[in-house]
């Protein structure tokens, strides 16, 4: 167990509809990192945030957008979903230096039909 | 970050060491090497991460080259628990805040 949550575990839904993944990092943890991993794509970095903070941005569709609240948890919130959008999202946590570890929760399984 | 390249697949046998190479040949100076796994239907889990000099862990060791353009994921004995896909990842430290970019990784079969 990684301390990291993520709900829900699986979720699904159908074309151009809107989701709401959620994260909550570890004990301490200040950066929250959103990575998205399909069959054909691999693992990627969407973004992450760093105590509220949006600190870096990776491929994340104009669709997908993100925030990080007060008390740290993070929500990645996916609009207009496609058939492509299918993936195993996971929230990952450091304490929020760059080069340290990354935890990384169990991930939401999201299938559009 | 620095593009890496490993094995697509390795094969090992129960309780006998693993040596899993990457090449990062075009690493910089501040370039970290982290090592990562994911095990079936989880998500990644750190093994280790190293600069310059070798590191070991109660997981696994990280042979870094003295070039620092190639390092070894050592597993001293392998169980089946071990069976997973590896990543080797190299990232800027500081100028990229920390995003980790997975290539595809080696995928490493545990036999008994």
């Known amino acids: 167990d990684s301390g990291v949550t993520q709900t829900p575990k699986h979720l699904i839904t159908a074309t151009g509809q809107r989701v709401t993944l959620r994260c909550s990092p570890r004990s301490g943890d200040l950066s929250v990192y959103w990575y998205q991993q399909s069959l054909d794509q691999g693992l990627q970095f969407l973004i992450q945030y760093y105590n509220g903070e949006e600190r870096a941005k990776g491929n994340i569709l104009e669709r997908f957008s993100a925030q990080q609240f007060p008390d740290l948890h993070s929500e990645l919130n996916l609009s207009s979903l496609e058939l492509g959008d299918s993936a195993l999202y996971f929230c990952?946590?450091?304490?929020?230096?760059?080069?340290?570890?990354?935890?990384f929760g169990p991930g939401t399984r999201l299938l559009v039909l | 970050d620095a593009k890496t390249t490993q094995p697509n697949s390795m094969e090992s046998n129960e309780e006998e060491p693993v040596h899993l190479p990457c090449n990062h040949s075009?690493?910089?100076?501040?370039?970290?090497i982290h090592w990562y796994r994911q095990l079936p239907s989880q998500g990644p889990e750190y093994v280790i991460h190293?600069?310059?000099s070798n590191v070991n862990n109660r997981m696994a060791s990280l042979a870094i080259a003295e070039d620092r353009k190639s390092s070894t994921l050592i597993l001293h004995r392998a169980t089946l628990r071990d069976a997973a896909v590896y990543y080797c990842?190299?990232?800027?430290?500081?100028?990229?805040?920390?995003?980790?970019?997975f290539g595809q990784g080696t995928i490493l079969t545990v036999h008994p």
């Open positions: 990842i190299s990232n800027a430290g500081g100028t990229s805040y920390g995003k980790l970019t």
């Open positions: 190293g600069l310059t």
């Open positions: 075009t690493i910089s100076g501040t370039d970290y």
């Open positions: 990952a946590s450091s304490e929020g230096r760059s080069e340290e570890t990354q935890y």
